[in-house]
């Protein structure tokens, strides 16, 4: 019996040199990544071929410049300023809403966000930018 551990188990080849475990997660990072980024992409670029045709023009404007417009269902919001660092339901003027929270958000995003966007049944009712934040 050789030293070492043996270079087959139930069928499956077990790489046993030093060099090849770092290449390795160096493709596996790589490419876990490539697929985070295009599967971001795709579910923007699906909106935006799918829905953003039937949209008002005064939609597809606000959208276009990166404006938001109270009314805006919550996809047309996430097509004009992107992934929201966090969503979460809080109490706002008596009512249960839905909050967005984007950066620039310090030490803890969730808390400290920048820009706030509310939504009641899934339609944008307001949104607040921070100045205190930077």
Known sequence: MADGPEPYHRGW????H?????PMKALLSVSLALFLLLGCATDRDRLMRDKYPSYPDSIKRAIDESYLVAGMDQEQVYLTLGQAMCKKQVQRKGKQVE????????????LTAKHRVYFEQGRLTEWEVNQEVK
């Open 99 to 110: 909050v967005w929270l984007y950066p620039p958000g310090g030490r803890e995003p969730c």
């Open 13 to 16: 080849v077990i790489a046993t």
């Open 18 to 22: 030093e060099g090849i475990a770092a």
